[in-house]
């Protein structure tokens, strides 16, 4: 599993550092994959947010990478986190670092998916008809994310491999990305839930 992290410009500052509910957004999201079914999480982290990568290694997580070409995009820090799994690792479930609202029930409901749907490559997440995060792909699908580029995640190898995507509601409403102000005021207002 691969937790991307980084800083938001619209926001000003290191949006993942901010406090929710006596926590910070990242801490919320990395509770909740230490509570799943994962066999190990790596956090891929900006280089250039101080203390984000002190404030990731918290127990339960397998590793914290530090991604000093974050410039370069979201596709570096897919690249990273996918050259660092083990071998052994037959897929990775991608999930972000401003979705506080995230909980371990949607992500093992994609592992669950993930055993349950073998013929498919990857296992997205569904919110009342809406696609979304978590994301799993599959091993043979690595090659393809690993030839990404610039602030592309995985939505080129999703589009490219539609055939092959198992969708898993969640039955709920779609977990917002916490990306300006004014999102994380509703959070923090009770708006989001």
Known sequence: ???????????GEPKLLLPYKGKTLIRHTLDECVK?????IIV???SHVEKL??????????????????????S?????????LPDSVQAAIFLLGDQPLMS??????????????????????????????????KRNLFPHLLSINGDE????????????????EM????????DTPEEYKLLLDGGME
């Open 53 to 74: 990568a002190r404030e990731a290694q918290i127990e339960g997580i397998s590793k914290v990478i530090v991604n000093d070409r974050s410039n370069e995009g979201m």
């Open 153 to 168: 995640g995985g939505k080129s190898v999703i589009k490219k491999f539609e055939k092959h995507v198992y969708y898993t």
């Open 1 to 11: 599993m691969v937790l991307a992290a980084g800083f938001s410009k619209r926001m």
């Open 171 to 178: 039955n709920r409403k779609i977990i917002p990305d916490i």
């Open 104 to 137: 371990s029930k949607e992500i093992d409901k994609i592992i669950n998916a993930y055993h349950s749907q073998s013929n498919f490559s990857i296992i997205q997440a569904k919110y009342q008809g809406i696609k979304g995060h978590p994301v799993l792909f």
């Open 44 to 46: 891929v982290v900006n």
């Open 76 to 84: 570096s820090s897919v690249k990273l986190g996918l050259q660092s």
């Open 36 to 40: 799943t079914q994962l066999d190990g």
